[in-house]
């Protein structure tokens, strides 16, 4: 009767190990031996298992990486945009609406071959429109000029229009430059020049 008492207080033991229930204590069993028909009962003591201590690894504090801002290479010249009348299209007159200019480089000099884009909303009309530097149309404005059409009347903007310079692989040259528009056929004609820094 002590054997099988014993052995089944092991096996109550075993089965509530640690693991199974860390914070009970002391566990109390009431067994019935099958030859008296009589309670007994069986105090087993368990020892809640002592957490594992938890490695924490600090990481050596490294330095952030400085971000410097990258300094685009073309710049707006001094009193861009200018607003004069439209002289480039003398049969639209007031009937027109553009932006031109030149790109420069640190020897004033013209530079061709380089994409000038204008995007954004002018009214209700959504604008994304490009044009090369040099080709032969915008001669008017001097060699390597530009020219982009935006509208065929004078309309009123407010930086809702930008332009940007890029090179012709698309790797942007200049920041995204808003400039205003007038609704005035003496300020039609926007002229924009840049400069290589």
Known sequence: MKTKLILTAILIMLLTGCQFMPNILPVV?????ESSGTPVT???????????????????????????PTM???????GSPAYIQNFAHPDAGCAWL???GQIFDAENKPVTNL??????????AK???IALTGIPEADVYGPGGY???????PLVSNNTLSIQVFDIDGNSLSKSIPFITYSDCE???????????
């Open 29 to 33: 069993y009431t067994l019935i031996p």
């Open 72 to 78: 685009l290479p073309i710049v707006l010249q001094t």
């Open 147 to 153: 020219e982009i059409i935006l509208a065929d009347q």
């Open 187 to 197: 300020k039609n004609l926007i002229i924009i020049n840049f400069l290589i820094n």
């Open 42 to 68: 069986i105090e087993v003591e368990t020892q809640a298992a002592s957490p594992s201590p938890v490695q924490i690894s600090t990481p050596s504090l490294l330095p952030l990486p400085t971000v410097t």
């Open 127 to 129: 604008i994304d429109k």
């Open 115 to 124: 994409a000038v884009i204008v995007k954004g909303m002018l009214g209700q």
């Open 98 to 100: 553009g932006v031109a």
